[in-house]
């Protein structure tokens, strides 16, 4: 493999890796009200972290298995699984930031290729907001995924 497509590799992977590390950084959560008791989503800070250094791990361990004495085959599967975690990790992000942007307090969203999970930090949800939720979910992840709403201040 080129150093070149080493390097753009690598940065992707980066720029992924700082925008989790964004929406995760302390005090970017929000509260629920503005009364003297605030709720913050420290629990879907702590997911995202789990989530972040798991997979951050998996692309390690990827790229030390590219590092191997291995066939162009297994690099290019090697690299697509990476491409694939990096997409995912990124519509994960962007979706996040889309919820929260609308009026949720916070949201923690869990992709894979055949289901998301879409968590809300809010006091209710309408049908209505859970359809739109699942459609957008489905122009984001693609229409033959599951999509699991739930919503509350715990994720069980």
Do not use: C, H, W
């Not at 080129?2 to 980066?14: C, S």
């Not at 709720?39 to 998996?58: H, N, P, W």
């Not at 590219?66 to 491409?83: E, F, K, R, W």
């Not at 459609?135 to 069980?156: C, L, P, Q, S």
Request: aromatic fraction near 10%; avoid cysteine.
């Amino acid at each position: 493999m080129k150093p070149q497509n080493k390097v753009t590799i690598f940065m992707l992977v980066m720029i992924v890796m700082l925008s989790i590390y964004y929406f995760a950084m302390p005090g970017k959560d929000k509260p629920i009200d503005d009364g003297d008791d605030p709720i913050f989503s420290q629990e879907f800070i702590d997911l995202r972290k789990v989530k972040t250094d798991a997979r951050q791990a998996m692309i390690e361990d990827l790229y030390d298995y590219i590092g191997t004495d291995v066939n162009p085959d297994q690099v290019n599967a090697a690299l697509s699984t990476i491409s694939e975690i990096t997409t995912l990790t990124t519509n994960e992000s962007l979706f996040e930031a889309e919820l929260i942007d609308v009026g949720y307090y916070d949201a923690y969203v869990e992709g894979s290729n055949r289901e998301v999970k879409v968590f809300l930090y809010t006091d209710e949800l309408s049908t209505t907001q859970v359809i739109n939720i699942v459609d957008k979910a489905k122009m984001r992840f693609g229409t033959d995924v599951n999509v699991i709403t739930r919503y509350g201040y715990e994720v069980n």
